[in-house]
């Protein structure tokens, strides 16, 4: 039995629905409270006293779109904005990076034993095709749509034989979809930042979009840790299932490990190439710094050459100035004599132009 429900969410309005959901399945304790506790990555195995098995786990992933924006004269590739639900005040859902827009899911398997009619043994017996008598239930919480197709094509073949032996059948079938919802995003910032390497260099000179860079900087943080989350989910995985299988040594375990290994060498390739997407993200944030510094430093130099010119007239002139401005003051007297011979008279005053020259130029290196 595979069942399709809401993200369990209980702060939503269908919080009382998934209440009496986890009541009639008689699901964990430990599942709910991972929710609660605002768990985002986790892999748990649990069994009841009456022999139920439970296995779960929880996913999260930053969902990004794209949209084509005019930048100069080039259209580039940009985060979309029109997706993000922005929560908190009115300034915050102006910003362009208040982005709270995740891909999150829950997975929980219940597999539980049942005897035959008739049969006070307690104990599971053989069904069908050599498959122990089992009731298999998986339910999916806000799962991607993708998941919900893989899921029909798994019912319509033999596969779910398989499932009840392994219920990790089931959980591939997630990290499947999981791993195409991850690799999707990577791709999808891979083709923004590819846009702003080549478009946003070429106009650092109009300016560039740092707060674009910011955004795109957090998203493939975000991205590193949904993938490098998913990949520990999956190592959890196979050591618990290798744990398990370690006393059956049938094909079936062996290939189950193989195709766990597989499914984590997935999500170590993405991971691999959003940390290789990290590292150019810095390189092109240190170049756009260092092209704007070197702009900065042309017009610098350009202003330091006008100053320059300007300070040499001042030398050039000031001298002279100064010397024409103290002798055309009333303490100097340059006339005729009686006789009518040059004069220089200077007035007995002279001393308080002094005083006050000095008095007033201190007062103005003190505030200096």
């Given amino acids: 039995r595979n069942i399709f429900t809401d993200l369990d969410l209980w702060e939503s309005e269908k919080a009382h629905d998934l209440e009496s959901l986890f009541r009639h399945f008689d699901l964990p304790d430990a599942f709910v409270a991972e929710r609660l506790n605002s768990v985002t990555h986790s892999y748990g195995v649990m069994a009841s006293e009456e022999g139920t098995q439970y296995l779960w786990l929880h996913s999260l992933c930053k969902h990004i779109e794209v949209e084509t924006e005019l930048m100069g004269r080039f259209r580039a590739r940009k985060i979309g904005t029109k997706h993000m639900l922005a929560k ?6 102006e910003l362009r990076q208040a982005d709270y827009s995740w891909q999150r899911s829950a997975y929980l398997c219940k ?3 049942k005897s035959l009619p008739g049969d006070d043994s307690g104990q599971p017996s053989e069904g069908v095709d050599g498959v122990r008598d089992k009731r298999l239930t998986f339910i999916c919480f806000g799962a991607p749509a993708i998941l919900e197709k893989s899921f029909e094509r798994l019912g319509q073949g033999g596969a779910w034989k398989r499932a ?3 219920p990790t059948t089931l959980f591939q079938v997630v990290f499947e979809a999981l791993y195409q919802q991850l690799d999707s995003m990577a791709w999808r910032l891979s083709a923004v930042f590819a846009d702003m390497e080549h478009v946003s260099l070429a106009l650092v000179i ?4 740092f707060l674009e860079m910011h955004t795109v900087a957090k998203s493939v943080v975000y991205l590193i840790e949904g ?5 520990m989910t999956v190592e959890n995985m196979l050591a618990s299932y290798t744990l398990t299988a370690s006393s059956q040594h049938s094909n079936q375990a062996l290939v189950t490990i193989q195709e766990l290994r597989y499914r984590r060498g997935l999500f170590q390739s993405t991971q691999l190439r959003l940390k290789s997407l990290e590292k150019r993200m810095s390189n092109v944030i240190n170049l756009s710094f260092n092209l704007i510094a070197q702009h900065d430093n042309r017009i610098i130099q350009r202003d330091s050459t006008s100053m320059k010119t300007i300070a040499v007239a001042t030398l050039l002139f000031l001298p002279t100035t100064t010397v024409a401005t103290i002798f055309g003051t009333q ?4 006339g005729d004599a009686v006789d009518g011979g040059p004069r220089f008279r200077v007035s007995h005053w002279i001393w308080l132009f002094a005083v006050l020259s000095l008095v007033i130029t201190s007062i103005v290196f003190v505030i200096w």
Avoid: H
């Fill in 164 to 166: 009840l032996c392994e």
């Fill in 206 to 209: 109009l300016g560039v979009d």
């Fill in 88 to 93: 908190g005040s009115a300034l915050r859902q």
């Fill in 227 to 231: 993938a490098e989350a998913i990949a």
């Fill in 331 to 334: 303490f100097f007297d340059f």
């Fill in 111 to 113: 597999v539980e034993s």
